[in-house]
C-alpha cells in the first residue's frame, strides 16, 4: 500500500556510498548537485590514470575541496583504485591517516576505465590480507568480464567464481557488493551475515532492461551493471526498503557527456546526483515504506562504514510536480540527467 497519508518526512541528511565526481571541468559542474543534498560521498577512483595511490588520493581529494561551493560542508571519502602493483604499506599508510576509506577493486576490463584492474586474484592476496587486518573495507565491481559469460549473468557468475573464493580465504575482510542488480546478489548478501554489505543505485530500483531496449534504445538508461528482468528490480526495492542494515545508497551517479553517450559504441554511466532523492522518495512512497527512507540513505551506510550518523537533517515535502532539468552544462558539454518516467513530486528543504 503506497504511503499516501504521509506528505512531510524529516530525516537525518543522507551520503551517498558510490559516486563519480571525475574531475576538472565534469567535476566543477556535477559537485554542487550532489552536496545540495548530501554530507559524504565515497568518490569512485576510475580517473584516467586511475586513483591508486594515497599521494594520488591526497591530491584528488585537495581538488574535489578546492571545487567545493561556498559554505558547503561536503566530506569527499576518498578510495584507492586496486592495481595488481599496489603496495600494501602505502594503503595501510592512507587508512591510518585518514586519506582513504576504502579499496575499489574493478575486475580488468568490467567497466568504465577500468584496464588497471585487477587480472589475477591471487596477485593481489597480500593487499586484501592487510586490509583484513587493519579493518579497511573492499569495495567490489562485481561483474566478471570474460567475453563468453552472457552480459546478464555477469553479476551473479562473480560471486561463485571471484567473491565466494576471495571471502573464504579472507573471512575477516569487509566487503561491499557495489551496485547490485540482481536477486542473486541480494539473497548472497541477506545469507551471509559477517562482514558483507551492498550498495543499490537509484536507477537500478527504478528500470529493468526493457526501460533500456524495448521499443527504441535509451543510451542514458545504459550502465554497468547493466539493468536486469523486472523480478530482480523488484529484489533490489525489497531490500532497499526492508530496513536491512546491509543494504544502503550508492548513486553510482555517473556523468558522461551526451557526446560521448550518443555514439555507436556509447559509455555506460547514468547521471542521478541532482534528482535522487526525490526518485528515492517516489519508490519509498509506492512501496509505502517511506519511514525506511532514512535507514537506506542515511543510516546504514556509515553504521557499516563504522562512522557517525550525520548531525544535519533534510525535509522532503510532497507537493507539485518538480521540474528538474533534463541536462545540466559543464564545460566539457552537457550531461543528461536520469528521466524516471515518472513525475517527482518529493521537493527536498535542506
Ligand atoms: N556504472 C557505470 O555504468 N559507469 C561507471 C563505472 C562503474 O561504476 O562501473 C562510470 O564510471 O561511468
Ligand atoms: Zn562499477
Ligand atoms: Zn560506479
Known sequence: MPDRAITELTITRPD????????????????????????????????????VTAADAAAYRDRIMAARPVGSNFTPLMMLYLTEDTDPDDVEHAHASGIATAVKLYPAGATTNSSSGVRDFDKVRPVLDRMAEIGMPLCVHGEVTDSEIDIFDREAVFIDRVLKPI?????????????????????????NRKNLAATITTHHLIINRNHVLAGGIRPHYYCLPV??????????????ISGDKRFFLGTDSAPHTDANKLQSCGCAGVFSATNTMSCLA??????????????????????????????????????DPIAYPDHIETGDGPVTLFDPGFPLHWHIET
Open 16 to 51: 551517498d556510498w558510490h559516486l563519480h565526481l571525475r574531475d576538472g571541468a565534469m567535476l566543477r559542474a556535477v559537485l554542487p548537485e550532489t552536496t545540495r543534498h548530501f554530507e559524504r560521498a565515497i568518490v569512485m577512483p576510475n580517473l584516467v590514470p586511475p586513483v
Open 167 to 191: 571471502r573464504k580465504k579472507n573471512p575477516d575482510l569487509r566487503v561491499i557488493m557495489e551496485h547490485v542488480t540482481t536477486e542473486d546478489a541480494v539473497d548472497y548478501v541477506r545469507d
Open 282 to 319: 517516489e519508490v519509498f512512497e509506492a512501496a509505502g515504506a517511506l519511514p525506511k527512507l532514512e535507514a537506506f540513505a542515511s543510516l546504514n551506510g556509515p553504521a557499516f562504514y563504522g562512522l557517525p550518523a550525520n548531525t544535519d537533517t533534510i525535509t522532503l515535502r510532497k507537493g
Open 227 to 240: 539493468a536486469k528482468r523486472e523480478k530482480h528490480r523488484v529484489a533490489l526495492v525489497q531490500a532497499a
